[in-house]
């Protein structure tokens, strides 16, 4: 699986928007992007995947480059509940790699008042 | 809601001892996983199942096993506890299509 890079840590204001990079440059035509999170004593979270369409649902938008090459996450509006870790993960959708989900070390995302 | 229910959410084992940690999900997934989660080191995966009585090792097998004789429960056992093996333990699940995985809680466990 394609490897991923994330700044260790960002601030957000609340009720501001959260845009979260990540760095996937050697990922392959097959991989997807996921995005989970990760709060404090909590198992992660799922919030968000895609190929090479910009997605979006309930919990966040995720924005994906033409070539493919990087990906942001959005949280339209952040609260004082989004602050965690958030995960970019790349992953196959066959072979060896299928089922494995390999986490980095995440952002550390802390939204203020 | 899918549930992903870890046994124990703390646990404090001697050394040498067999450790059993147990995981139910009952969503019916046919995908469960392992993995163990250390400061700096980030969430890594031990053992992961996608059927009954099937396993497959992850990036990190040595010192663990598992079963998973019935659909709905995957278990990790520790044969010989160490105290490397202090970690967070956490337990996924997800169906064949793995679109999402859901994770239980974890379990803290402590080898003294």
């Known amino acids: 699986d394609a490897k991923t890079t994330q700044p260790p840590s960002m601030d957000c204001a609340e009720g501001r928007a959260a845009n979260l990079p990540c760095n996937h440059s050697?990922?392959?035509?097959?991989?997807?992007v996921y995005w989970y999170r990760q709060i404090h004593s909590q198992g992660p979270q799922y919030i968000i995947h895609?190929?090479?369409n910009n997605e979006t649902n309930e919990m966040a938008s995720l924005i994906i480059t033409e070539d493919r090459k990087s990906s942001t996450l959005i949280l339209p509006h952040a609260t004082l509940r989004d602050t965690a870790v958030y995960y970019c993960?790349?992953?196959?959708?066959?072979?060896?790699?299928?089922?494995?989900?390999?986490f980095g070390q995440g952002t550390i995302l802390t939204v203020h008042p | 809601d899918v549930k992903v229910t870890q046994s124990s959410r703390y646990l404090v084992k001697r050394t040498g001892e067999k450790v059993f940690l147990e995981c139910v999900q009952d969503?019916?997934?046919?995908?469960m996983f392992w993995y163990r989660q250390d400061p700096g080191l980030g969430l890594r995966l031990i053992y992961f199942?996608?059927?009954?009585?099937?396993?497959e090792k992850g990036d990190i097998p040595e010192g663990y096993s598992v079963s998973r004789e019935k659909k709905e429960r995957f278990s990790l056992i520790l044969e010989s506890a160490s105290t490397n093996q202090t970690s967070m333990y956490l337990c996924?699940?997800?169906?064949?299509?793995?679109?999402?995985?859901?994770f239980g809680q974890g379990t803290r466990l402590t080898v003294v």
């Open positions: 996924a699940s997800s169906d064949s299509h793995m679109i999402e995985a859901f």
């Open positions: 895609g190929l090479k």
């Open positions: 050697t990922i392959s035509g097959n991989e997807y």
């Open positions: 993960i790349v992953r196959g959708a066959g072979g060896t790699s299928y089922g494995k989900l390999t």
């Open positions: 199942s996608y059927d009954v009585k099937m396993k």
């Open positions: 969503m019916d997934h046919e995908n």
